[in-house]
């Protein structure tokens, strides 16, 4: 499982306490380092690097993230390319970038808005309300 833009690490707490293998990549290296202290000896792995950079795992993977909004779009076509192995995607994005994408999704996914989730549930805010994105990889496509 990745957690792309870990911040402080809410997400992967709660995949790891799940019971899923954790990838956290985290940009930001005083957070970085707060998630390996926070993580040491759990079995989750923090990788402190730019989720646009970072190697996808080359067997099928799943993505549960609320990565930075600035990078929603090179982050999706990074994730859906066809080399690369991600099966499905729970992604917090700006509401209407989720409504558009799953309206019109990726080659060889389908896609559905899930939860939405106001602006003030973040810290600090966003300029927007969010929702969440869920991509799957259409049956029968190579993962």
Known sequence: ?????????RL????????????????HPGRAEALRRRFAGSGV????????CFSLPGRPFRVVANPP???TVALLRRLTAKPSRMYR????????VARRIAS???AG??????????????????????A?????RRPGRRH
């Open 1 to 9: 499982m990745l957690d792309l833009g870990a911040g402080d690490g």
């Open 12 to 27: 992967s707490t709660a995949l790891a306490d799940a019971g899923a293998r954790v990838i956290a990549v985290e940009l």
């Open 45 to 52: 792995r923090v990788v402190e690097i730019d989720a646009l």
């Open 69 to 71: 909004f600035a990078i």
């Open 89 to 96: 995607a729970d992604l917090v994005l700006p509401r209407a």
């Open 104 to 106: 019109r999704p990726p």
């Open 109 to 130: 996914f389908v896609a559905a808005t899930g939860l939405s989730i106001p602006r003030q549930a973040f810290a600090p805010p966003p300029p927007k309300d969010a």
């Open 132 to 136: 969440v994105l869920v991509l799957r």
